[in-house]
């Protein structure tokens, strides 16, 4: 099946430790988001990319930075994780930039900063 | 700026009772309208969605939403609950114009009793 996969499910980090989380498609879509869901909030867009094209939200701290190396992957990278940084990430793909294209959520990676 | 409120945080219903959960939004103008649902361990999947039209829509897994545009409601209802229903429920607003941006609700965690 077509899907969008985020690992590992469960990430660790220390305080100030670089972290890398993964996500992977089989959709082929064009775009390809991050959102931050902190405990009992609402999923929040980080950034997302258009092909290539990053477009990254206005109040998205520097300390989170992606990468989209191909259609298929894109990474989120936290260069220094902070306790506030500990929340699920989800991933998500969508065809095409506009709303009528339903966007599609991987499982989430779920981090904890010790 | 867009903002949508969830008003319950936790609902509770027994299997088989209809249910309700409700959804506001603040936009400039009439947004696109969406209802996700995320079980245990699961990624965002999409119930139903609004562009226009009639303004009671149909969705997957029995469920429906109605527009109100002078309440700047999107209910969600379904008329019998099922023990599988119990997960977290996410209403969201896109822009009409171009920019696949969800703004999501905090929000609100189904419980069923049996």
């Known amino acids: 099946d077509a899907m969008v996969i985020q690992n590992p499910r469960y990430q660790v980090t220390q305080f100030g430790k670089p972290v890398t989380l993964s996500c992977s498609q089989t959709l082929n879509h064009n775009v390809m988001y991050w959102y931050q869901q902190k405990s009992s909030q609402a999923p929040k867009l980080l950034f997302h990319y258009y092909d290539k094209d990053f477009n990254n939200e206005a109040d998205t701290p520097d300390n989170f930075q992606s990468r989209r190396p191909n259609t298929s992957f894109c990474f989120l990278d936290i260069r220094s994780p902070g306790l506030g940084d500990a929340a699920m990430y989800l991933c998500?793909?969508?065809?095409?930039?506009?709303?009528?294209?339903?966007?599609?959520f991987g499982p989430g990676t779920r981090l904890t900063v010790l | 700026a867009q903002s949508v409120t969830q008003p319950d945080i936790h609902i509770t219903v027994s299997e088989g009772a209809s249910l309700e959960l409700r959804c506001n939004y603040s936009?400039?103008?009439?947004?696109?309208l969406f209802w996700y649902v995320q079980s245990p361990g699961q990624g965002l999947q999409l119930l139903l969605k609004?562009?226009?039209?009639?303004?009671l829509v149909q969705g997957i897994k029995g469920f429906e939403a109605e527009f109100k545009r002078s309440q700047s409601s999107f209910n969600l209802r379904k008329p019998s609950v099922h023990w599988s229903d119990a997960a977290e429920y996410f209403c969201a607003v896109g822009p009409m114009e171009y920019g696949n941006k969800l703004v999501f609700g905090a929000g609100t965690i189904l419980r069923v009793k049996s």
């Open positions: 998500a793909t969508s065809r095409d930039e506009v709303s009528t294209d339903t966007q599609y």
């Open positions: 609004y562009f226009s039209g009639d303004t």
């Open positions: 936009y400039g103008a009439t947004p696109y």
